[in-house]
């Protein structure tokens, strides 16, 4: 079977700006017009649709696969509502059939104790990242590292929240969307102790290759907080690439220093927030926002007139 993805650059005159004419089943060469190849084989459906819900309804295919859910998505399931293909009300006795078969149904789906372990921690760890607000990649990565966990028998002897816990901080710092261990023990059951500890275990063990967390990763989350501009955040982010070249952000909390450069350009911008409401947003004290502050003025050589 022919596909466009088989051809990669004209036999004429070699170039690689190939186009595919779906209408003809055809590629041709958009620099020489050179008809590359024919009759190929369109691999979409054999339907139109007209509109989102068109494309619903003849689609034939299920929900994709899924790592937030035990069997991955890929079980059947048998709908609650007591009607046949054409919307009717089925019998009693075929009623009676249909809550016994959805009984089994959710009995066979978790069958054994792993499969409950891993149906209650991927539930945890979905609850967890809905409350900090989580983009489903993130969710999907954190389930990876739990499986990856589970099958190394990594679990064993240690709390499924706090594994989970620490899946999802992880899981955080490889998207570069970091959230801090305060954070995670908001929403989570256990302690920041806990996470950390499982954390560290978990990294040491999968040989998780994790960079420092850099302290422009928090800016535009701590800047939307506070209802700063665009405009502040680039300036906050300009300070900061330059604190990181001469070194000063080395040693130094990443959400103080981020914390502390925000403030700073605020106050350039003309959108000043007190040292108050930037260390509450970014969950440090005063005190690191003010010494934090002090090392970039005095290093950066900026004039700010408070």
Known sequence: ??????????????????????????????????VVAQNIIDSGPEWRAFDADQRVKRGRVGAPMTMMIHDKGLSSTIDWKNKDIHGHDISGTMRAKMYRLRKWQRRIRVSDAAERNLAFALSELDRMASQLGLPRNIKEMAAALYRKAVMERLIRGRSIEGVTAACLYAACRMAKVPRTLDEIEEVARVDKKEIGRSYRFIARELHLRLTP??????????????????????????????????????????????????????????????????AEVAHVTEVTVRNRYKELVERLNIRLSL
């Open 213 to 278: 967390t850099s302290p422009i990763d928090y800016v535009s989350r701590f800047a939307d907080q506070l209802g700063l501009s665009e405009r502040t955040k680039n300036r906050a982010v300009k300070i900061l690439q330059k604190a990181i070249k001469l070194g000063l952000t080395s040693g130094r909390g990443p959400m103080g220093v981020a914390a502390a450069a925000l403030y700073i350009a605020s106050v350039l911008e003309g959108e000043k927030k007190t040292q108050r409401e930037v």
């Open 1 to 34: 079977m022919i596909s466009a993805e088989d051809f990669k650059k004209c036999p004429i005159c070699g170039s690689v700006r190939l186009i595919y004419d779906p209408e003809r089943g055809e590629i041709v060469c958009t620099a020489c017009g050179y």
